[in-house]
């Protein structure tokens, strides 16, 4: 029996025929595709449990995703039927007559028989190939997000805290010519010490640098990003000075959510800044040398100078002088006095007065500051006060009512979870020898990624419950959903082959790109399910439903009948989500870097999990039915549920 060869005839249906053929067809075909949007729909809504960044970032995608599903599942019940009753008139041709179809099936039947025939081997490819994914997908690197590409660098170096104004000014004009000196380098902005905002704590220590980049296209051959970093970083190895690299952006993000302006840190709690300084030094000898660590450097909370005038009372007492005139001198002389304000239109500005800039650049000249005196004239400050330079911290950083040091670096040329793994490791021994009231606490996107990965492994189940909820209520057969919901794990192959070979690491854009592709790997195997029980409906129609009229040759037929059975349809739904996919991997420019690592999963897991659908489950169904006839005497009709 071959269920492919039909008639080739053209022929005309009455209109009550042709509207019950329509009505039939429309129960038949709505009910699972209703579901599987509905699937689709169900499997995103867990992305609405994201945090932080990563909801930031992709709740619109969400939203975006579930609005147009929603509507969609409106109209294939309601809209579709009733366009299909306006359009679908006229002579009707038979499937067979459609070329694309005959060839389709040309190929598909003697496949489909071969797997059935050697069902054992068909099997354990499938299983093999998911058992190899499986060490694959765990072999790859984890990062939080993928880094994007903004198109231009942020050149943070790190000098000592008692660096002085012109010194620092004349270490930004040098770094700034170095680095102009780069081909690639458009336009260089350097910036020193802080601005006149609450949310700039920078020190006149830190140095903050634009670099703005030409076009690739004028960049030499072969370069990429990474070379320029490293081209730039080894011309900029300036002694006394600490190199760091990263972009403006994330930067920013990294300092407003963790407080880091580096990829990774590592914060030190304790009741000593010295001990802090102590345990920080043993920390950044530690990592020294962890592969994929860069820029690693202690963020200064010793080495402040400070300018100490601590007024001999004795002595002013003899000059007839109080307190109160020394340090006004000192005030004066050195942080300057409001003398009046001036108006400029809707603005008023401070008049402020102080000594010049020779009568206090060094301790001699503030030694010799003039002491006005009612009976002695005036007199030099270091008379009445002894002055001094002392060190202290340049600044003193707190959190959760403790004192704190952070041990800052990038991550460059490798993936962040492996990097900080292995730092942790060598870390593991000090952390037990840390004294009491000391602890250390890890940071940066460290902290996001362990965030995200927590979220993610509270979703992912959700995600599969909630979809074998939905195919339950679309069969009404746990045993239906169940082996629709096989389809899912194959669907993995695919992803993680796709991934792994593109060289991606596992980030939250990989995880949601899993999350689309287990929707939209049940939505095909829905489709096959209602196609391969509409052929046993058709059996049971012709030979009665008993293991006495139905043989084991009629059910493999049957099945090889249905799964042939609109396969141009079948295949159409994966190529729509293949085809819509596919021009992203050739995309550019930015945002890119992030889109790719969620498509890659759909695209590969697309391509296997029809595969899969296509070969493996008319096999499995085959078999269940085989049980069924074989225990139970007849077999499940699907139909018979809804």
């Known amino acids: 029996m071959n269920f492919l060869k039909k008639e080739k005839t053209y022929q005309m249906i009455p209109e009550v025929e042709r509207m019950a053929i329509i009505e039939r067809s429309c129960k038949q075909v709505s009910r699972g595709v209703f579901f599987s949007t509905v699937i689709i729909i169900a499997s995103f809504l867990p992305v609405f449990l994201l945090s932080g960044q990563e909801g930031k970032l992709f709740h619109p995608l969400a939203y975006t995703k579930t609005f147009i599903l929603i509507v969609d599942a409106f109209l294939v019940i309601t809209l579709a039927p009733v366009l299909i009753s306006f359009f679908m008139k006229g002579k009707f041709r038979p499937e067979s007559a459609n070329p694309v179809n005959r060839f389709l099936e040309r190929i598909y039947e003697p496949v489909i028989r071969a797997c059935i025939k050697w069902r054992k081997t068909t099997i354990g490819i499938n299983i093999i190939a998911l058992l190899i994914s499986i060490p694959l997908l765990f072999s790859l690197g984890r990062e939080f997000m993928p880094a994007l590409d903004e198109g231009s660098i942020l050149f943070m170096p790190v000098t000592l805290p008692d660096i002085s104004n012109a010194e620092v000014k004349r270490l930004l004009q040098v770094q700034d010519r170095i680095i102009k000196s780069v081909p690639e380098v458009d336009n260089v902005l350097g910036k020193a010490g802080r601005a006149s905002t609450a949310t700039d704590n920078s020190p006149i220590s830190?140095?903050?640098?634009?670099i703005l980049l030409k076009p690739k296209s004028d960049w030499r051959a072969g370069l990429t990003k990474n070379d320029i970093?490293?081209?730039?970083?080894?011309?900029?190895?300036?002694?006394?000075?600490?190199?760091g690299w990263t972009q403006p952006i994330i930067n920013r993000i990294n300092m407003l959510s963790t407080g880091i302006r580096t990829?990774?840190?590592v914060k030190v709690y304790g009741q000593n800044l010295d001990s802090i300084?102590?345990?920080?030094?043993?920390?950044?000898?530690?990592?020294t040398g962890v592969d994929g660590v860069k820029d690693l450097y202690?963020?200064?909370?010793?080495?402040?100078?400070?300018?100490?005038?601590k007024i001999k009372r004795d002595e002013i007492g003899r000059y007839g002088l109080t307190i109160d005139d020394v340090n006004t001198i000192v005030e004066t002389a050195l942080g300057g006095v409001k003398i009046t304000t001036t108006v400029e239109g809707r603005q008023r500005f401070s008049v402020n007065a102080r000594f010049g800039q020779d009568y206090r650049n060094n301790l001699t000249a503030i030694k010799r500051l003039q002491v006005p005196t009612v009976k002695f004239g005036p007199i030099p400050l270091e008379a009445v006060a002894d002055i001094d330079i002392s060190e202290g911290p340049p600044m003193i950083n707190s959190e959760n009512a403790l004192l704190r040091g952070t041990v800052l670096f990038n991550v460059r040329d490798r993936d962040l979870g492996g990097t900080v793994q292995d730092a942790q490791k060598k870390l593991d021994n000090m952390i037990t020898r840390l004294p009491k009231g000391y602890y250390l606490e890890w940071s940066g996107q460290y902290e996001n990624l362990i965030r995200s990965e927590k979220t993610l492994k509270l979703i992912l189940p959700v995600v599969l419950l909630i979809i074998f909820i939905c195919m339950y209520l679309a069969f009404h057969s746990a045993r239906e959903a169940f082996f629709s919901l096989i389809s899912i794990p194959f669907a993995l192959i695919g992803g993680a082959f796709m991934v792994y070979f593109w060289g991606v690491?596992?980030?939250?854009?990989?995880?949601?790109?899993?999350?689309?592709?287990?929707?939209?790997?049940?939505?095909?195997g829905i489709v096959m399910v209602i196609y391969l029980n509409d052929a046993m409906e058709q059996?049971?129609?012709r030979k009665g439903n008993s293991k006495e009229t139905i043989t084991s040759k009629d059910l493999r037929e049957s099945v090889i009948a249905g799964a042939t059975k609109r396969l141009r349809p079948k295949l159409m739904t994966v190529s729509v989500s293949l085809f819509a996919l596919l021009p992203i991997l050739w995309s550019s420019g930015v945002g890119s870097d992030v889109m790719k690592p969620i498509v890659l999963p759909m695209i590969g897991g697309v391509l296997t999990s029809a595969t899969h659908i296509l070969l493996v489950t008319p096999l499995i169904?085959?078999?269940?039915k085989e049980y069924e006839l074989r225990k139970l005497g007849r077999i499940d009709i699907l139909n018979e549920n809804l």
């Open 505 to 524: 690491n596992l980030s939250v854009a990989v995880a949601v790109g899993f999350i689309a592709l287990f929707g939209l790997a049940v939505e095909t």
């Open 621 to 624: 169904f085959l078999m269940t």
């Open 263 to 265: 990829d990774v840190g």
């Open 206 to 210: 830190m140095i903050e640098t634009i």
């Open 539 to 541: 059996l049971v129609a």
């Open 298 to 309: 202690i963020e200064p909370i010793t080495g402040g100078k400070y300018l100490d005038i």
């Open 229 to 243: 970093i490293n081209e730039l970083n080894s011309k900029l190895q300036i002694p006394g000075t600490t190199n």
């Open 277 to 287: 300084n102590r345990f920080a030094q043993q920390i950044k000898s530690a990592l």
